[in-house]
């Protein structure tokens, strides 16, 4: 079955400090990764978006990883900001049949605290 | 360049009624998605729309339909709603597509009394 699994659920982090979210996938053939950020009440932004190739890309304070062997990618947040308090989705895309589907993470809910 | 805008924001509607949610994607984007969010469930992909026709379709009840026109902006019907319809409706724009990078406008929150 395919499935994405994030943890943790959620996380509470002073700020300046550095966190690392974790999902991990099943899901198979998979075509990309991505990692978006929604803050309470507004669409998903996203942060990265990453293939089979890529194990490291970064965006401003944001670093994905991939490991497409073990299934696994990490979002790294360094030097955490009051803004970061958001919930952090990771989403994979899978070829099937002659469609893409997108199979969602239910996210990790990150809180900055000062 | 402007970004995904969706309309109403806000809506309720009663139980059996039916609603109609409207998205205008980025201007160049051929490919239109929906999706639902609910606390309990997270992000569940509706459909997508590209060129007007329906190129994907999740695990919603006929109820749920949508549609493109040629300018590329879209809707999404549900008729008959039920409570557990209340959710945060988002849709997404892409140049090519669900596999490619997307463009989220601020969803409309649809409350069902």
């Known amino acids: 079955k395919n499935q994405v699994e994030q943890s943790p659920q959620s996380l509470i982090i002073l700020e300046g400090k550095n966190c690392t979210l974790q999902c991990n996938y099943t899901v198979s053939p998979f075509s990309n990764l991505r990692w978006y950020k929604q803050d309470t009440g507004r669409g998903p932004v996203s942060l990265t978006i990453m293939t089979f190739s890529e194990n490291t890309k970064s965006n401003g304070r944001y670093t994905a990883t991939l490991d497409a062997d073990t299934k696994q990618s990490s979002l790294h947040i360094t030097a955490s900001q009051l803004s970061d308090s958001a919930s952090y989705i990771c989403v994979v895309s899978a070829r099937m049949d002659s469609s893409y589907k997108l199979i969602f993470g239910s996210g990790t809910r990150l809180l900055v605290r000062p | 360049k402007a970004g995904v805008t969706q309309t109403p924001r806000y809506l309720i509607k009663t139980r059996g009624q039916q609603v109609t949610l409207s998205c205008s994607p980025i201007?160049?984007?051929?490919?239109v998605s929906w999706y639902q969010q609910t606390p309990g469930q997270g992000l569940q992909f509706l459909f997508e729309?590209?060129?007007?026709?329906?190129?994907n379709k999740g695990n919603f009840p006929g109820r749920f339909s949508g549609r493109q026109f040629s300018n590329s902006r879209s809707e999404m019907n549900v008729s008959t709603l039920e409570l557990g319809d209340s959710a945060l409706y988002l849709c997404?724009?892409?140049?090519?597509?669900?596999?490619?990078?997307?463009?989220f406008g601020p969803g409309t929150r649809l409350t069902v009394t």
């Open positions: 729309y590209f060129s007007e026709t329906q190129r």
């Open positions: 997404a724009s892409s140049f090519q597509g669900v596999s490619y990078e997307q463009y």
């Open positions: 201007s160049g984007h051929r490919s």
